[in-house]
Structures are given as C-alpha cells and as structure tokens.
C-alpha cells in the first residue's frame, strides 16, 4: 500500500511559468517531509524539506507547502529553468525502529520546454 | 570528499548467481541505506545501519544481506540472483536519519 503518492507521473512546463508537483500521504504520524530531485544516471539530491510544524518552507525559486488536513504536500517552482528538468520524489519521515526511515513516492518527471 | 561511491556501475547476472554491490562512504557518517528503485516506482528501503555494526531490515530485504563492519562501508549481497531483483541500487549515507545523500547508482540485470 503505497503511504506517500504522487499521481502525476509527468508534468511539462514552458520555461518561466510555475512548476507544480504535489504529493499526497495517507498516513497522518508523518510529521517531516522532503523533496528530492534526480537526474538520469545520478543519485537523488535533497532539495527542500518541510516540518508538520508549518505549512510553508522557502528557499530560493523552491518553495514547499503543507496541507495537513488534506494530508497533501506541493512543490512550486518559479521560475521554471530548463536545469530543472529532472525526476522529483516526495518523501516522508516514518518514525519507528532504530531509526526515522524516508517513504518515498513514485517520483513524477517534470520538463521544462525552452 | 568523494562522498557516497557505488561499484559496479552496472552489472548483468545470471539467475543464480551471487554478488556484492559496494559502497563506501568518507563523510564520517553513522546512518547508511540500501535501497532499490524499480521502474516506474519510487525508492524502497532494503536494509539500513545506524552505525558499525548494526544492521536492521527495511521494506524488501528477502534475498539480500548486508553487514557494516566499519563506519566507511556498507556491502549489500545478494546470494541466488532472482530476475525480480533486477533494478537500480542506491546506496546513502547522512548524520542524519532525514538527511540522506546517495550515490549515483548501480543498475543490475538478471536473467
């Protein structure tokens, strides 16, 4: 059963218009959630984090929203750069165990058209 | 400051065989994770440590194995090579356990 959902398997966007990828969770202990970015043949990279503790995080063109009634997450990019082309994961802290352990979604492709 | 390496980059097995994906990382970091990301989906947990020496199952180990013998390296073996075990390895480490950097990969086939 999959805890963390992105149903948008792929998003295109022109160049400087607004990228948004959203992110639902179905399971309401989460209370940290990040984004990860991934090009073909790398690794993923961490791109911007948010506590349950606030509903909006900023950094730079990057900026994530929380929607904890909704149990929905979003990730806003402006402007949109080709560079940002790439695979965007949304993941979820589940506490338990040894340690916190990262649930991840399916990832969703976004491209950005010059 | 290589960060997380993964060896091989890519490897092709035949169902049945055995082999040892290597990991090493020189960031001084005590959390270290395995995990498999098969088309289409998104990242699985198969095993983790929280330092050297403790090793603890995630999501998918059935048909892996691990050990962490020193803080720098994380080996994930898999012993009777299985086609279902055909995907791409990620291998991360982090001072934390919600701060993970990964490397770039291994992509194993098995037929």
């Known amino acids: 059963d999959q805890q963390v959902k992105q149903n948008s398997p792929s998003l295109s966007v022109q160049e400087g218009r607004i990228s948004i990828l959203n992110c639902d969770y179905t399971n309401s202990m989460f209370d940290y959630f990040l984004w990860y970015k991934k090009y073909p043949a790398e690794g993923p990279t961490f791109l911007i984090s948010i506590s349950s503790i606030k509903d909006k995080n900023e950094d730079g063109r990057f900026t994530v929203f929380l929607n904890k009634s909704a149990k929905h997450l979003s990730l806003h990019i402006v402007p949109s750069q080709p560079g940002d082309s790439a695979v965007y994961f949304c993941?979820?802290?589940?506490?338990?165990?040894?340690?916190?352990?990262?649930?991840f979604g399916t990832g969703t492709l976004l491209a950005v058209q010059p | 400051n290589a960060g997380v390496t993964q060896t091989p980059k890519f490897r092709i097995l035949k169902i049945g065989q055995s082999m040892t994906l290597q990991c090493a990382q020189d960031?001084?970091?005590?959390?270290m994770y395995w995990y498999r990301q098969d088309p289409g989906m998104g990242l699985k947990l198969i095993y983790y440590s929280v330092g050297a020496g403790i090793t603890d199952k995630g999501e998918v180990p059935n048909g892996y194995n691990v050990s962490r013998s020193t803080t720098e390296d994380f080996p994930l073996r898999l012993e009777l090579a299985a086609p279902s075990q055909t995907s791409v390895y990620f291998c991360a480490s982090g001072r934390q356990d919600y701060e993970q950097y990964f490397g770039p990969g291994t992509r194993l086939t098995v037929t």
């Open positions: 960031m001084n970091h005590n959390y």
């Open positions: 993941a979820a802290l589940e506490s338990g165990g040894a340690t916190n352990k990262l649930i």
